[in-house]
Nanobody, 119 residues
Framework: QVQLVESGGGLVQPGGSLRLSCAAS????????MGWYRQAPGKQRELVAI??????NYADSVKGRFTISRDEAKNTVSLQMNSLKPEDTAVYYC??????????????WGQGTQVTVSS
């Protein structure tokens, strides 16, 4: 079993910055991908940014503003969010794709952390 613990989030004014962090607790399995997703009220959950093997991928809406950092040795991932906009308001979820003993990959999710961008 893998648990993801998130921290960060909160209320910030437009143009401000926030940093989200996520730590995965596993000493048995390998984590293939770690990333961040978000879900705004009335909308589907969407990918924000993911990192695997030194490669990162971002949603077009956050490119140039958000930066994902992953420490594979520590099983942590962070999301630095700059130049925040009201449309970034959402619950942000950490996700880890974990390779099990059989080679199957399972997705694990954090509990979510609220980010609100408002003046």
């Amino acid at each position: 079993q893998v648990q993801l613990v998130e921290s960060g989030g909160g209320l910030v004014q437009p143009g401000g910055s926030l940093r989200l962090s996520c730590a995965a607790s596993t000493s048995t399995f390998s984590i293939y991908v770690m990333g961040w997703y978000r879900q705004a009220p009335g909308k589907q959950r969407e990918l924000v940014a993911i990192a695997t093997g030194g490669v990162t991928n971002y949603a077009d809406s956050v490119k140039g503003r958000f930066t994902i950092s992953r420490d594979e040795a520590k099983n942590t991932v962070s999301l630095q969010m700059n130049s925040l906009k009201p449309e970034d308001t959402a619950v942000y979820y950490c996700r880890a794709d974990v390779v099990g003993g059989t080679g199957r990959i399972d997705a694990y999710w954090g509990q979510g952390t609220q980010v609100t961008v408002s003046s």
